[in-house]
């Protein structure tokens, strides 16, 4: 069983960044790929950004590229979402993923086996 649990989240204004955090309780972190994936209110939950188990790939969706960064430390079982040039449509709960092991990184939902259980992130205008 793997744990999640993301930290970070906060209230910004619009333009800031902010850095998410994402601790695994699972001493084969590295064997599993990571994403994380967002779900403003009264929307469906939507990808972010994937990592691979290495770092070596990442994905991301369109809306966030070149503003986000995803990345790992596997000797900290810990992902990591560095959030730059934050805009009020990022407003959203963020969700840390994980994926089967040793699969690919993926963007879609169902890729992924292993929750945390969200932190808030509010950029206003």
């Known amino acids: 069983q793997v744990q999640l649990v993301e930290s970070g989240g906060g209230l910004v204004q619009a333009g800031a960044s902010l850095r998410l955090s994402c601790s695994a309780s699972?001493?084969?972190?590295?064997?599993?790929?990571m994403g994380w994936f967002r779900q403003a209110p009264g929307k469906e939950r939507e990808f972010v950004a994937a990592?691979?188990?290495?770092?070596?790939?990442?994905y991301y969706s369109e809306s966030v590229k070149g503003r986000f960064t995803i990345s790992r430390d596997n000797e900290k079982n810990t992902v990591y979402l560095q959030m730059n040039s934050l805009k009020p449509e990022d407003t959203a709960v963020y969700y840390c993923a994980g994926g089967r092991v040793y699969a690919p990184p993926s963007s879609r939902y169902g890729d992924y086996a292993y929750w945390g259980q969200g932190t808030q992130v509010t950029v206003s205008s």
């Open positions: 699972v001493r084969t972190f590295r064997s599993y790929p």
């Open positions: 990592i691979s188990r290495t770092g070596g790939s990442t």
